[in-house]
């Protein structure tokens, strides 16, 4: 069977890409096959949430992916504050100053795999394999051939790779990548709330720990707890009323009591860097080409960007030009490598600054955050690239 993409990885990204390649015959590689709307989404919120940049809803509007959301399940984030570890220093970006109605939406992810599955269903030239794993992956000058574990093999002009860290597709196709760990554990929970949050996201640094508090829909909140992977596994040990009241002294108690009403899991945390994003017949996007730590809010932004940008190139080429031709590729990676590089170092460096333990950096950083705060041009500057 003859494609002119296969798309590894039936994740955010991969489903995404899927839908987004117009005009071209898909392949779509996935470990389970997802039914749409079986799922009505009324019990507890999910564990793992998204923070959804303006630029990444613009794309899944395109996609017809964002109207299949429940909208019940979406809460729109309004404004943002941060906290140094001084227990003084803030800085506040609010969303109509910028000119915006929302700086971003928390969204589930069931939920937003479920609208990009559905966002799938009859589209012309797709073709799903799943439950599928792939064995092996050849690249001749002419076209790519992979063969899977249940002995079908697939060929296309193009492979994606969206399958991950631990990517399959980045391995053979022998892209190297740099990976070390935050020595880091992001502890995440779910939590009805005694205050209204009114719709804003507020973030802790702690020293090294950061602590987030994004708004769900009604009075709850999602907490993103990245922390020493000791700690973490203390605050996991903890009892639901000895976890909620760990969080109310760490939040000084702003939004009032805690009860915990999704139980507490742990991910542990690394950066991750692909050398190259493309190689001959072979582009990647997504965790298989960066990972980055979740202090911002960005990962599955800058993978969205990935699969929007390859796909506005390969939707620009020339009718008869090949998907897999290198040339066309290289222009994706150029594309991607500013504001992947640019994300990348500052969310990077400001866990570097706000782990530091020298008290002239401890100074500095928290003196920032009020400058910053105090600089409406630079707020507005800060904001709008992180709303994509």
């Not at 564990?47 to 019940?72: C, D, E, V």
């Not at 794993?133 to 001749?140: M, N, S």
């Not at 996991?236 to 108690?253: P, Q, V």
């Not at 500095?364 to 910053?372: F, I, S």
Request: aromatic content about 6%; overall charge neutral.
């Amino acid at each position: 069977m003859d494609f002119d993409l296969i798309v590894v990885g039936g994740g955010l990204v991969g489903a995404s890409l899927a839908r987004a390649a117009r005009g071209l015959s898909v392949a779509l590689i996935a470990r389970e096959r997802r039914s749409p709307g079986a799922s009505e989404l009324q019990g507890p919120f999910d564990a793992r949430i998204y923070a959804i940049s303006p630029g990444t809803r613009a794309f899944l509007h395109k996609l017809n992916a964002w109207q299949a959301l429940p909208q019940g399940r979406v809460a729109p984030v309004h404004a943002m504050r941060v906290f140094g570890d001084d227990g003084a220093s803030a800085l506040e970006f609010d969303a109509y100053r910028g000119g915006s109605s929302e700086l971003a939406w928390i969204v589930e992810d069931s939920a937003l795999q479920d609208a990009l599955w559905r966002s799938l269903e009859g589209r012309d030239g797709l073709e799903i394999f799943a439950p599928a794993e792939c064995e092996r992956l050849q690249v001749d000058g002419a076209r790519a051939l992979l063969r899977l574990r249940d002995g079908r093999s697939l060929g296309a002009r193009l492979v994606i790779g969206a399958d991950g860290a631990r990517s399959f597709v980045r391995e053979q196709a022998g892209i190297r990548a740099d990976e070390s760990g935050y020595g880091q554990t992001a502890v995440v929970a779910n939590f009805a709330c005694e205050k209204a949050h009114r719709n804003i996201a507020y973030q802790w640094f702690q020293g090294g720990p950061v602590l987030a508090l994004l708004p769900l829909p009604g009075d709850h909140v999602s907490m993103v707890w990245s922390t020493a992977e000791a700690s973490a596994e203390r605050l996991l040990a903890l009892d639901s009323g000895a976890l909620c009241r760990e969080l109310e002294l760490a939040t000084r108690e702003m939004l009032g009591r805690f009860d915990l009403v999704t139980a507490p899991r742990g991910f542990p945390l690394r950066r991750l860097k692909a050398n190259r994003l493309v190689a001959p017949r072979v582009a990647l996007v997504g965790d298989a080409a960066h990972v980055i730590h979740p202090l911002a809010g960005q990962g599955a932004n800058l993978g969205f960007g990935d699969a929007c940008e390859l796909a506005a190139v390969l939707e620009g080429r020339e009718p008869i030009r090949d998907p897999g031709d290198f040339g066309l590729l290289r222009r994706y990676e150029r594309a991607r490598a500013e504001p992947v590089f640019a994300m990348r170092a500052a969310v990077d460096g400001l866990f570097r600054l706000f782990s530091a333990r020298n008290g002239v950096v401890t100074l500095v950083r928290n003196a920032g955050l009020n400058l910053t705060d105090r600089a409406p041009v630079l707020k507005n500057v800060l904001m709008r690239h992180a709303m994509g």
